[in-house]
């Protein structure tokens, strides 16, 4: 295998460095018309009364649709149901009706000739409301947090463990909402194709979700709705279910019968998902040897009033430590907000940060190492279910993520490191997500020049999909990768989920290798076909495919290349489609692992904290691609340094508003904040998960990095801040 494992450029590099790449909001079509959006301003109540009469006098604008004038829209909450939204609730429906459920819901869509006479025109709709009391502040809900659903079994008696315990630890944990922020603001141009037919370019994680969406939105049959989505400028989550600007955009086409282009404002991107702010209690108990006895993880986390959307927070702590006595509860608070959503390893950033945080803690109480705490409670099975790991090299991560950071010559007291008038700080936290793989088909149409093409209607949300499709079909079918082409994102093509759950390497990959097999098979048997042919007596698991040819295994000056097999069978293409398969058994748990270690310093004074260095040695399988895993793994550690230090979506409750909606004053890192990150990639051969040994790692370069920046400030401190963002203002209030 010439690509397979090899840090391989990303082959729609170019295209994205010298624009070439085409994003939703940039494709045009003759007669484009724009829209902009009006947002309401209070978080709940009635519109009263809407007045557009100002804005249509303007010149150039052509309609303004609001709840009293939209197209028609499906009136079931079945019909709203993307494939991926959550189970219970009524997804929000823009434009419904005269109704509002947050600060920031769409309530008008102004269309013009031109984007700045739409948003011009947009403010001048004069809107009043009759308004009603809401709550936007989860401290206010939690006590009436209901609970959710959720598989971790209790084990034993946590709480009677608890209270025996030699050692305890027991705080509660804070992560505030986060926004997305990715650099491509949503955005939809849909192109009015005549006869009902619409084109519709779309910020999504998955084309063929926001298909069937529109279609059962706007009751239209499978062929008249197609979507594309080729490139996607970073979604992290927030375009896995549909946005509204997609079903306004729509709406607008259709009320125009032009096409349309819609693209929110950065401000109007804080009206989306989020990450839901979370309380988690954790109470640990343990063996003064420092093996565990006790785990209780409780999590409490936001929802909207009309969708219960959750994810996992407390699950991890459930399989990932040993402890004979172990107690999981989920909760979810309704607030007057939109419904929250998936971001970057949802529940685990959250959840992971609150238990290695509590570990670092009782770890001090132990007057433990935190390394050594961990290793004392490792588990080669998963708790929860009591089954084995396909593989699990969490140990060696520990180990080679500790020599490369140099923890052995960590002292163990708080404020006993320094560097000039900078306190020092050394902490560590482990990582865990899921290996997902879901079903996805592949396309490959190989001409008799030598060339492939493969299709499949994945997104690339910037993880590198193109690049490790290609890899994986240059290698079986032994081709050099510039005869590969790629098509990706597009309703039309080949079936795929939307990507997210860090399921798409794998599945993707083994939708290609399923599908070069049956080329593989086909070539042979026309190289076996020729007059005289090297190959007459082989069978596929004699030969292997290289260098455009089919080669003998036994005696690789037997070969025949795959033009002359094609030529001599009077065949210019070979067409193949498959889906992957995947052993689905649940006798093994499947997951990824990390080791995180940082170093903060903390001028004394100030309390000015700086991420010097993070070391993440992560253990994902076997690895496609070490510069694009690189990528990824270097991108979760920078969002884990913002999640620690920066990131928080400030609400005014009292008017239930965000008030730092935009990216001045959301502060996301920037170069001067990120320093030294060092990537590793241990060993982890697994033969079981599935043929080519592959886990995504999309999300687990987060896991674990905010609590590993959290024990450090602690280390250098001896301040615990338990509620994120870690600001000075915190490291001096708890002094
Ligand atoms: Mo990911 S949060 O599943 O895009």
């Not at 079509?29 to 902009?36: D, E, K």
């Not at 959720?150 to 505030?176: N, S, T």
């Not at 990959?509 to 070539?523: I, M, N, Q, Y």
């Not at 260095?613 to 990824?632: D, Y």
Request: a negative charge.
């Amino acid at each position: 295998m010439n690509y397979i494992g090899t840090p391989t450029s990303r082959v729609d590099g170019r295209a994205k460095v010298t624009g070439e790449a085409k994003y939703a909001g940039e494709f045009n079509v003759p007669g484009l018309a724009y829209g902009s959006v009006v947002e309401s301003t209070i978080p709940k109540g009635r519109i009263a009364r809407i007045d557009a009469s100002e804005p249509l006098r303007i010149e150039g604008v052509l309609d303004v649709l609001t709840c009293e004038n939209r197209p028609r829209l499906a009136g079931t909450d079945k019909a709203w149901k993307d494939d991926v939204a959550p189970e219970e609730g009524s997804p929000f429906r823009p434009l419904y009706d005269d109704r509002i459920m947050f600060s920031g819901q769409p309530i008008a869509l102004v269309l013009a000739e031109e984007w700045e006479i739409a948003r011009y025109a947009a403010s001048l709709v004069r809107i009043e409301y009759e308004t009603q009391a809401f709550v936007t502040d989860l401290y206010k809900r939690r006590d009436q947090a209901f609970v959710v659903e959720k598989p971790e079994k209790p084990r034993g008696d946590a709480e009677k463990a608890y209270a025996a315990a030699d050692v305890r630890h027991e705080a509660e944990y804070f992560i505030p909402t986060e926004h997305h922020n990715p650099m491509e603001l949503f955005a939809s141009t849909v192109t009015w194709d005549g006869g009902g037919k619409l084109t519709v370019y779309d910020k999504t994680q998955g084309v063929q979700n926001v298909q069937r969406y529109l279609c059962s939105v706007f009751n239209k049959k499978a062929d008249d709705v197609r979507v594309i989505s080729p490139f996607v400028g970073g979604a992290f989550g927030a375009g896995l279910r549909p946005q509204y600007q997609v079903v306004l955009a729509v709406m607008g086409a259709l009320a125009l019968r032009r096409s349309v282009r819609l693209v929110l404002t950065r401000q109007q991107m804080y009206g989306l998902g989020y990450r839901p702010a979370t309380i988690e209690r954790l109470a640990l108990g343990a063996k003064a040897d420092g093996t565990l006895d006790a785990i209780t993880h409780e999590a409490i986390a936001v929802t909207s009033q009309f969708e219960e959307f959750s994810r996992n927070d407390t699950g991890w702590a459930a399989l990932l430590y040993k402890s004979a006595n172990a107690k999981f509860v989920h909760r979810l608070a309704r607030l007057d907000v939109p419904t929250s959503s998936d971001m970057r390893a949802p529940g685990a950033a959250t959840g992971v940060y609150a238990l290695e945080s509590a570990m670092d803690e009782l770890a001090v109480a132990l007057k433990l190492d935190p390394v050594e705490l961990r290793l004392r409670c490792y588990s080669d099975r998963d708790q929860n279910e009591d089954v084995p790991y396909t593989s699990k090299a969490l140990r060696e991560c520990y180990r080679q993520g500790a020599e490369a950071f140099g923890w052995n010559k960590r002292k163990p007291e708080t404020r006993s490191m320094r560097d000039g008038s900078e306190l020092v700080g050394w902490g560590m936290a482990t990582g865990i997500w899921e290996a997902l793989q879901m079903p996805v088909a592949a396309r490959i149409v190989l001409s008799a020049n030598g060339h492939a093409e493969v299709s499949c209607a994945a997104s690339d949300i910037g993880t590198g999909t193109y690049t490790i499709m290609a890899q994986v079909a240059a290698d079986r079918l032994g081709l050099p990768i510039e005869n590969i082409s790629i098509k990706l994102g597009d309703s039309t093509l080949p079936q795929a989920p939307v990507e997210g759950g860090s399921w798409m390497a794998a599945s993707a990959s083994h939708a290609v290798a399923t599908t070069a097999e049956e080329v593989r098979k086909e070539l042979l048997a026309l190289a076996k076909a020729i007059k005289d042919s090297p190959l007459a007596n082989a069978r596929l698991e004699d030969v292997t495919f290289a260098d455009g040819k089919v080669v003998s295994k036994r005696d690789a000056s037997r070969t025949v290349s795959i033009a002359d097999a094609m030529r001599s069978g009077a065949v210019d293409r070979i067409e193949k489609e498959k889906t992957n398969s995947f052993p689905d058994d649940s006798s093994h748990a499947r997951n990824t692992h990390s080791a995180v270690f940082a170093e903060v310093k903390v001028d004394e004074q100030l309390g000015v904290i700086r991420i010097t260095r993070i070391v993440n040695a992560v253990a994902a399988g076997r690895i496609l691609n070490t510069k694009t895993a690189h990528s990824q793994i270097m991108g979760g550690v920078v969002w884990g340094i913002g999640m620690a230090l920066h990131e928080e979506t400030v609400f005014d409750h009292k008017f239930g508003r965000i008030m730092n909606a935009n990216i001045a004053e959301y502060h996301v890192p920037v170069n001067a904040d990120v320093q030294d990150i060092k990537v590793i990639f241990v060993d982890e051969p697994d033969d079981i998960i599935n043929p080519l040994g592959i886990k995504g790692l999309g999300e687990i370069g987060i896991v674990g990095v905010a609590a590993a920046i959290a024990n450090a400030v602690y280390h250098a401190t001896g301040v615990r801040v338990r509620d994120l963002p870690i600001t000075l203002d915190k490291l001096h209030r708890a002094a």
